[in-house]
């Protein structure tokens, strides 16, 4: 009887197991969708190439340590230095034939006399094509300065008669203004230039800034302030003055604000800003020569500027009287010539995909060149705590 309760009880066991394991078999047969994609998941391991390894397993040193420092100095040097040159302009040049032909070329000046009065200036142009403007108007104007090159006003005097000095006739009775002496001393053939620095209408103001803009042909000619009332005499430009007026001297001294030609581009620089030329005695005829050189200008939106580039040359020379005639006309010229090339300056910029790609290749190669140095730093050290 003791024998057939074991048999019994061991059957029963085994029921139990067999149907414990067929109720763990449905279970898993019936299984989600989703543990086959946990699945799949899992598969991805077998592609990782960044391997892990436990916290316990690193060991850090002073070697690395300082190595991580120098690495991170590096890296932020590298970053600032990229973010610079991407915001950085670069601007491309190119060369062409300028074809350009048939347009006006604005010619801006600022040019300060300090000895001329501004009756005294007439700005003119000549060209090549033959065209002559004779004292030019409207674009450009004219300022009287003081003995301190500051801007000064003509003396009036609307209340009385002051006196036209040793031009006096029936005609000229009273000259007010420094302009109506000299009309006077004129039209009596006298010469004018001792009264000027004398008379009380004339004490006022002895300089002059001109300040404008001079409209020419695109062809090569040049733009003079010389002795003298220009006009044009049987299609020529001519200038008339009584040889008398610069017996002591026409004083040409003259400085140079600025220059274009062209319209104005932003950081541009010209050759004569600034420059002054002095004339102590004698009469002075100055000569500057130009080369322009066409130019565009597109900016990083697309605009552009049509403009013109210029080398300078400059003489001067003392053209005194000499046998009751001028070896040459005291003035200013200002002469210019074109080249037939076309220079393009275009802006470019470079795209965020510049700064991206800059700081993956500046963390990829300092980490990369860090681990071989901090290897060779441990390798070093450990020799070295091994010879010990």
Not at 253 to 273: C, K, N
Request: net charge negative.
């Amino acid at each position: 009887s003791l024998s057939c309760c074991r048999t019994i009880s061991s059957r029963l066991r085994c029921d139990h197991m067999e149907s414990g394991i067929r109720r763990r078999h449905v279970q898993s047969s019936q299984l989600p969708e989703s543990s086959t994609s946990h699945s799949a998941l899992e598969s991805l391991k077998h592609f990782d190439v960044y391997t892990k390894v436990q916290d316990d397993c690193v060991q850090k040193s002073q070697a690395g340590g300082i190595v991580t420092v120098i690495t991170v100095i590096v890296m932020l040097l590298l970053f600032g230095s990229e973010v610079l040159e991407f915001f950085t302009v670069e601007v491309v040049h190119s060369i062409s034939v300028d074809t350009r032909i048939n347009q006006k070329l604005p010619i801006s000046l600022d040019i300060t006399f300090p000895h001329l009065r501004c009756d005294e200036i007439s700005v003119d142009t000549v060209d090549s094509a033959g065209v002559n403007q004779v004292n030019v108007q409207g674009t450009l104007e004219k300022f009287p300065l003081n003995s301190k090159s500051e801007p000064a006003q003509d003396s009036i005097q609307t209340g009385g008669c002051l006196s036209c000095y040793d031009a006096a006739d029936d005609t000229h009775t009273c000259c007010n203004t420094c302009a109506a002496l000299k009309e006077a001393y004129q039209a009596r053939g006298l010469s004018y230039h001792d009264i000027l620095h004398t008379a009380e209408q004339c004490l006022t103001y002895v300089g002059c800034r001109v300040q404008g803009t001079v409209i020419v042909n695109k062809v090569s000619g040049n733009v003079h302030v010389a002795l003298g009332k220009s006009l044009i005499r049987d299609g020529r430009h001519v200038h008339e003055f009584n040889v008398n007026d610069v017996t002591n001297g026409f004083n040409t001294s003259h400085e140079i604000h600025s220059i274009r030609f062209g319209d104005f581009v932003q950081g541009t620089w010209s050759p004569l800003d600034g420059v002054g030329k002095i004339v102590k005695h004698g009469a002075y005829m100055f000569h500057y020569y130009f080369k322009l050189v066409p130019t565009v200008y597109v900016s990083r939106s697309g605009e552009e500027v049509y403009t013109h580039q210029y080398s300078v040359t400059d003489s001067a020379r003392n053209v005194p009287v000499r046998n009751g005639e001028l070896t040459g006309l005291p003035g200013v010229f200002l002469v210019y010539d074109f080249s037939p090339f076309l220079m393009r300056k275009v802006e470019k910029t470079r795209p965020w995909s510049y700064i991206f790609t800059s700081i993956c290749a500046i963390i990829g190669g300092v980490f990369s060149i860090a681990s071989l140095a901090e290897m060779l730093a441990h390798f070093v050290m450990h020799r070295l705590s091994g010879a010990r």
